[in-house]
């Protein structure tokens, strides 16, 4: 059995098998010969504001002295990052890690009790917030280990004086990120050496036991990703001529490695989209940076070719349009292309691995309904319920191997036991197919995890929070097919005898323990559920009832 079919493709296109994960010792390092060679260069723009690479890196340099000098942040400290898509956020990362801290990168738009769990989890002292969020954590700041805020408005790294929402009053002593850059430029950084096997990111992910779990990426992790993307596209890679237009949110690590890390590393210009939302403000942000690459999930494209000012836009200088965080639908690429001339390239990867596993290389002129090859350097096997590899034609669980899979769970043996098999692949939960040319095609999903325009959303979580509403007796969540998110969030509720429950009062619930995409957009209230003869809930028997 050929237990590599895309071997021979790789060849034929001249991708190469592998690529060297220590290409530098760390992003940092990587990142830092970027500063040098593009100083002069746009590196980001946000707002009508420009920030060049020497501008990164001077910035960057004094954060990361500020939190050496005034907060005695070492190697290892975990610091949490909460923002949406500002000048702010690549400054915050860049100097964090140039302190030696890993980044915990934290949803802007969590709940309370979202944000708390991952706080402690990930043992944060410090967090960078984005004033506009402020209000969320001043609700639990008494629960957890956080003993310094910075908080982040939509200028800071710049001149300009934009408008920001106002820090939550009850943030007594809370420092603005700033005066935290003004102050560290007058201190002085202590280099750290950091190597490979370093941590950079904690990445939060669900799990099948209802609380998010920390994705350990080291440097090596992201290095070695970079390195196989560059080796995958590099057409669309090329050193100081992108430009690359961010919507998708970079605390996502898809954004993070890709829009972020790897075009910084080549020199691009990156326009920052704070709020996708707006589509007016978006589509003006693609009218003038003419991207020569874009990437978003399905959801991001289906809802720019539906907006008329879409046709205005020069994409004449477009060559890659890159999709992933979920699957994207052929009929949305097809609309797409009508507009800009480019078909949506689709990949497939994980928080757990850095997060590209496969892509569709150059060579492929169209959309494939596939996930394309794996990257150079990785293996993928497709494990039957039996433990054996799935033949030609056979699904299996994606067990996925390579310098980009993260090392386990922060403090989590158990799960990392359950994670990985015996020789090292890790489990993705997902299910997939190769064509006889090594492409992957993920079939189903092994897990009931429900993607709502590309964000995670895992039914023990969502059932742990309508259990608790006065007047539930037990639920249970699945995903149901939706034309403009992509899958969306379904409660069937089993009611307490004698209870008033309706299903605004439900979701009024939900939307204060959850985030937005997690809450259920449809709720039915039944008499019982279906259960195996041991009692579990069949939740795939409820995909169907209408």
Not at 29 to 51: I, V, W
Request: proline share 6%; net charge neutral.
């Amino acid at each position: 059995m050929n237990r590599k079919p895309w071997l021979a493709t790789w060849q034929a296109n001249h991708i190469p098998a592998d690529i060297n994960a220590d290409a530098f010792p760390s992003v940092t390092n990587m990142m830092d010969l970027a500063m040098l060679k593009y100083a002069d260069k746009p590196a980001f723009r946000s707002f009508g504001q420009t920030l060049s690479y020497g501008d990164v890196d001077r910035l960057s340099a004094a954060f990361a002295a500020w939190l050496q000098t005034q907060l005695g942040v070492r190697k290892g400290d975990r610091i949490a990052v909460m923002a949406p898509n500002l000048l702010a956020f690549p400054i915050a990362f860049l100097g964090i890690a140039r302190a030696g801290a890993v980044q915990v990168n934290v949803n802007p738009m969590y709940t309370p009790r979202e944000l708390e769990h991952q706080l402690n989890d990930a043992g944060c002292q410090t967090i960078v917030i984005f004033a506009g969020s402020t209000p969320v954590l001043a609700e639990i700041i008494g629960k957890t280990g956080i003993k310094t805020v910075i908080t982040v408005a939509p200028g800071d790294g710049t001149a300009a004086p934009l408008p920001s929402p106002p820090v939550d009053a009850r943030l007594v002593g809370s420092i603005r990120f700033g005066d935290a850059l003004r102050e560290g430029a007058g201190m002085n950084r202590t280099p750290v050496e950091l190597t490979g096997s370093d941590l950079l990111f904690l990445q939060y992910t669900g799990g099948t036991t209802g609380l998010s779990k920390g994705a350990a990426l080291s440097h090596r992790n992201l290095v070695a990703n970079v390195e196989q993307f560059k080796a995958m596209m590099p057409e669309a890679v090329q050193e100081g001529v992108e430009v690359i237009v961010t919507a998708i949110p970079m605390y996502h690590i898809f954004a993070l490695m890709v829009n972020f890390i790897t075009y910084f590393t080549a020199g691009a210009d990156n326009w920052l989209v704070a709020n996708p939302r707006d589509m007016d403000g978006f589509v003006g942000v693609m009218k003038a940076a003419r991207p020569t690459v874009f990437m978003g999930v399905n959801t991001l494209y289906a809802g720019l070719t539906m907006h008329p000012g879409l046709k205005e836009v020069d994409f004449s200088r477009l060559k890659l349009s890159g999709g992933g965080g979920a699957a994207v639908v052929g009929a949305v690429s097809e609309r797409w292309k009508a507009i800009t001339g480019s078909f949506i390239r689709e990949g497939y990867g994980l928080s757990e691995t850095s997060p590209v596993l496969s892509f569709n290389p150059a060579s492929i002129k169209d959309f494939s309904g596939t996930t394309g090859l794996p990257l150079p350097g990785t293996n993928i096997r497709l494990i039957k319920d039996d433990g054996t590899d799935a033949g030609p034609g056979e699904s299996g669980e994606v067990c996925a191997k390579g310098p980009q899979v993260m090392g386990g769970y922060w403090e989590k043996p158990e799960a990392n036991a359950q994670a990985f098999t015996a020789d090292g692949y890790f489990r993705t939960g997902d299910v997939g197919e190769f064509t006889p040319e090594g492409f992957l095609k993920i079939v189903d999903r092994k897990q009931d995890m429900v993607i709502v325009s590309g964000f995670n959303v895992f039914p023990n979580e969502v059932e742990a929070v309508v259990s608790a509403c006065p007047g539930v007796a037990e639920c249970a969540c699945v995903g149901v097919p939706d034309d403009k998110t992509g899958e969306a969030v379904k409660i069937f509720v089993v009611k307490m005898p004698g209870a008033e429950l309706t299903e605004d009062a439900l979701i009024t619930y939900c939307r204060q323990e959850m985030t937005a995409y997690k809450v259920p957009k449809q709720v039915r209230f039944v008499d019982a559920l279906p259960k195996s003869t041991v009692g579990k809930i069949l939740r795939k028997d409820l995909r169907n009832v209408a």
